[in-house]
């Protein structure tokens, strides 16, 4: 007996209409299939929005109700059927709310949100069942009514397919057995079908998950807490159970090795009446949730107190080593009193003496053996890879960043323009840009992906506020993410560029009044492509950028330069996320995803999220953002060239300005339609392949955009995963080996 859908074919079942009577002792057709081959031909509920899930995990209220909504035309039947007659239906099902309320922060995506509810509401019923067993008055009644009279041709016997020396189908059978001789006599006071009250909670709840609602027998049993096979066992002894105790027969002779269809199971469930809920059900749910919402924290509880309170007869306890002690042993007492004393410090100047002594000649021996080893030029030069790391180490220090420069920009014509910004930068990735004299700022918030510009158009009186929105971002390209401004397009991308560069050497200048290293480079960074020349100082003694200049030709086309880069341990709330002003004229375009955190990605139905195990240095994740179809209107990856993008995870990981972006989604029916999801860089791609992780032996392409920036992607089975962001080829081709 298995839960397999693809059992060999067997026999059809009997023809002939279904019985036409009603839910009291109503009788059923069966076949000789068994429940294995019995999958019910229904399609579960649908699910609700991964949005509202999201937004009631943040403790909204009008989210949590609109889930309770949705979900309530299925939770009233199964709680009412589980009960099977005793018990209230609103108080299990009223608890069960108010747990979910309470278990939302924690929820883990780890099942679907419907079946999350079904087993908070499962075990709701049960503990309604437990109660009213434990009501004394319900015991005298069943005292008064004397035991009950059972006939052995009511008990079910474990048929021959069953194999006697399974301890999990015996202990079905006996439970089975146990279950209807104690509930034989009382189906036909209930409403429900013979054989109904025979049935244990856990076996009712499998018929309507499975039955009723179109689960899967492997998405019930994990509701219930179950294996795979002990729920398949478990069903099937409910539908035999039924046929055998609705005196089902074929030919005119009983057989108890007949199993009722899973559809006529569901359609006799189907049609059992369920009490709807009262007039003052809703407004008391509600209170019930206020009071969850206003409820204070729980006082701090002194864990002495706490003991004493729980072992109050224990001798011996004394919080107070001073109290008496009750006759204690004089060990349990010596113990108390010395807990309490502090040891004498140790006289530790000449032990200190001796580690600095040791720390200096160490120290000293690894300058010496850095020198002699050191493959560095001799001529005050350093090769641009070895000046990266640290130029990322210094643009990443502090929580906050505040930068003022200086830009000039030249344009075709040769006109000419000056502005000085003011850029926040956090650790999260989160940025504002600010043009000094005029009303003109972006601001990134990484928490919500959300890009903001207010400005004003225009002079005088024709002069207007613009507001323009850009939600719903993901972490970065291939999708759409945030677009820096000026300078920090080019501020951002410094790391990168160093590394790219190589081992070409930087020679060391001054500029004004500070020591400098230089780097010049080619780039395509030009409107079309073009090649400009990129002048780069970065300050020899602090590792900040202190100049970056862009030239085509004669003609300077940018010169950005730092006016001061200061560290401050926190900004003002709204820093990353500007207020519109009254009156200004707003627009607003979303690309779809969702900002979230990893216990939800299950909920795009591919299963966990696919993490790197390997990061460089200093990268820590601050974006995950998921979204399952995109809104009408965005083209997929690749310029439209792919097909559309389904079941997205956006991954962000930040260090200073740098970012990496790793993202996951599905390939579709056909794996080989994919090309690459990247805007077409200079040069020309270079495949290579994994040796490591969940997409071991999968076959890459590997580029590299205008400011060294690296993009990595490929398909491996369903799958479409990239890499991309401020690390080299090799590091890309590392961290997509490493995701699992």
Do not use: C
Request: cysteine-free.
């Amino acid at each position: 007996m298995t839960a397999a859908s693809d059992s060999p074919a067997t026999p059809p079942p009997p023809s002939g209409p279904l019985p036409t009577e009603g839910p009291q002792g109503a009788r059923l057709a069966v076949s000789a299939r068994p429940a294995a081959m019995a999958a019910a031909t229904r399609t579960p509920p649908p699910e609700v929005e991964i949005k509202l899930v999201m937004a009631a995990r943040r403790g909204d209220p009008a989210a949590f109700a609109r889930m309770i909504e949705h979900w309530d035309a299925h939770l009233r039947p199964f709680v009412h059927h589980v009960l099977g007659g005793e018990g209230s239906t609103d108080r299990a099902l009223s608890a069960a709310y108010v747990r979910a309320y309470r278990a939302l922060p924690r929820y883990d995506a780890s099942q679907r949100p419907g079946l999350w509810l079904h087993r908070i509401a499962y075990l709701a019923a049960t503990d309604e069942l437990r109660r009213v067993a434990r009501d004394p008055a319900r015991r005298r009644a069943l005292a008064d009514a004397g035991p009950s009279r059972t006939h052995a041709d009511d008990i079910f016997t474990p048929t021959s397919d069953i194999d006697p020396t399974a301890d999990d189908e015996v202990e079905s059978a006996i439970i089975e057995a146990r279950a209807l001789m104690g509930h034989a006599e009382e189906t036909g006071t209930t409403g429900l079908p013979a054989g109904w009250k025979a049935l244990a909670p856990d076996q009712r709840a499998l018929a309507v998950l499975v039955d009723l609602e179109g689960h899967t027998i492997k998405d019930a049993a994990r509701t219930l807490d179950a294996t795979t096979e002990r729920a398949a066992d478990r069903l099937e002894a409910t539908r035999r159970l039924l046929a055998r105790v609705g005196g089902v027969s074929r030919d005119g002779a009983d057989s108890t090795e007949d199993v009722v269809e899973a559809s006529e199971v569901g359609d006799l469930i189907g049609r059992l009446p369920v009490p709807p809920a009262p007039a003052g059900f809703w407004p008391m749910l509600g209170r019930r949730l206020l009071a969850e919402r206003a409820a204070p924290a729980a006082a701090a509880i002194d864990p002495r107190e706490l003991l004493a309170r729980t072992h109050p007869s224990e001798p011996g306890f004394h919080p107070d080593p001073d109290a008496p002690t009750n006759g204690v042993g004089t060990s349990v007492r010596d113990l108390a009193v010395h807990a309490g004393r502090v040891r004498p410090r140790r006289d530790l100047r000449r032990a200190g003496v001796i580690v600095i002594v040791l720390v200096v000649v160490a120290a000293l021996v690894a300058v010496a053996v850095k020198v002699g080893t050191s493959s560095r030029v001799p001529d005050g030069t350093v090769a641009a890879a070895e000046l990266a790391p640290k130029v990322s180490n210094a643009m990443a220090d502090g929580s906050f960043r505040r930068v003022r420069t200086a830009v000039t920009e030249t344009d075709a014509t040769g006109r000419r323009t000056e502005r000085r910004y003011q850029l926040v930068l956090a650790d999260d990735g989160s940025w504002a840009v600010s043009t000094e004299g005029t009303i003109d700022q972006t601001t990134y918030d990484v928490t919500d992906g959300l890009l903001r510009r207010v400005a004003v158009i225009g002079q005088g009186e024709n002069a207007e506020v613009f507001a323009t929105d850009a939600t719903g971002l993901a972490a970065g390209s291939p999708d759409p993410g945030p677009t820096e401004p000026v300078p920090l397009d080019d501020l951002g991308a410094l790391p990168s560029l160093l590394r790219s560069a190589g081992q070409t050497r930087m020679n060391r200048a001054t500029l004004g009044e500070s020591a400098v290293y230089t780097l010049e480079a080619d780039r395509p960074t030009g409107p079309r492509d073009d090649v400009e020349h990129w002048t780069v100082s970065v300050a020899a003694s602090t590792s900040l950028p202190v100049e970056i200049v862009r030239r085509e030709g004669d003609r300077e086309v940018r010169r950005i330069r730092v006016l001061s880069w200061t560290t401050t341990p926190e900004v003002p709330a709204a820093s990353f996320r500007q207020p519109i002003p009254d009156g200004a004229r707003s627009t607003s375009a979303t690309s779809g995803f969702t900002a979230t955190d990893l216990t939800a990605v299950p909920l795009l139905g591919r299963g966990d999220a696919v993490n790197p195990g390997w990061l460089p240095g200093g990268f820590e994740m601050t974006v995950v953002a998921v979204r399952a179809e995109a809104p009408s209107g965005i083209p997929s990856t690749g310029a439209g060239r792919n097909p559309a993008d389904v079941a997205v995870l956006s991954l962000g990981y930040q260090r200073g300005p740098e970012r990496i972006v790793v993202t996951t989604r599905a390939a579709g029916t056909d794996p080989t339609a994919w090309v690459s999801p990247f805007t077409p860089g200079p040069g020309t791609p270079k495949a290579r392949s994994l040796g490591d992780g969940m997409f071991n032996g999968a076959r890459v392409e590997v580029s590299t955009d205008a400011r060294g920036r690296s993009h990595l992607w490929g398909v491996s089975g369903d799958t479409v995963f990239t890499v991309a962001g401020d690390v080299t080829p090799d590091q890309a081709v590392r961290i997509a080996a490493s995701l699992r």
